[in-house]
């Protein structure tokens, strides 16, 4: 009874509550934190545990939570997070079974990623051409980073290397068989699986890069980063509460994700 009486007293106003419910509701693949961080993008400041209780009390179940890096390695990701780059490979299958491979870089500080590449013959020389035209796209801006984290893969060479010295960014290689040690790249990866491409069909290569664009286009401009204080790379951090009532739903990336924003 006492259990309750306090939850009632710290409950957030009904119309708060009900959003949360919706967001929990219309977002299955959702966990808490997720949720709450689309409330923090909408200027609604409730604790995270406030939206895990309310999820709770609705029976909507929290997602899975990622194990973090730790020690040694964790502690260079955070000194160097601010000039820090991480990039790597992921595989795709199109609905005729071909085995595609993209290739992405993210600037760890702000999360924003870019797709360089879709390709089904990755090689040594395509990875090295996609990360001269990525530092030639970053003009002036790529004198803001000093590392680049990559894992062991045989595309990743010298050559590839060079690319980034030429420019004054030290490639740092983490351990063999330790995807852990490249934990934003990974998490990045995670993300596009279970919210896009286990869930569409694809049905060539550039269909395949189309809707990679399309993720990295959500991914950069809408989706909440707990490292982020629950924004999203291009958000503004002084957003206006928007009143729950006002809030509406559209579908991006082929109608595989919600967004939620200020109804006109």
Known sequence: MEAAAAYRATAPPKEIRNLIIQLGTENPRWG???????LRRLGHKVSPATVRRVLRAAGLRPAPRRQPARGEWAAFLKAQASGLLATDLFHVDTIDLQRLYALFIMEVRTRTVHILGVTAHPSAAWATQ?????????????AEFTHI???????????????????????????????????????FIRSAREECT????????????????????????????????????????????????????????AGLINEYHRAS
């Not at 010298?158 to 420019?167: G, I, N, R």
């Open 149 to 187: 984290i990559r894992d062991r893969d045989t595309k990743f060479t010298a050559t590839f290397d060079a690319v980034f010295a030429s420019e004054d960014i030290t490639v740092a290689k983490v351990p063999p068989r330790s995807p852990n040690c490249n934990p934003h790249a990974e998490r």
């Open 32 to 38: 808490f934190r997720r949720a709450h961080g689309e």
């Open 198 to 253: 286990d869930r569409v069909l694809l049905f060539d290569r550039g269909h395949a890069e189309k809707i990679l664009h399309d993720y990295a286009h959500h991914f950069n401009s809408h989706r909440p980063h707990q490292g982020r204080d629950q924004l999203a790379p291009s958000d503004n951090p002084n957003v206006i509460p928007l009143p729950a009532a006002r809030i509406k739903r559209r579908q991006a990336v």
């Open 130 to 142: 996609q990360a001269r035209q990525f530092l030639w796209q970053l003009g002036d801006r790529a």
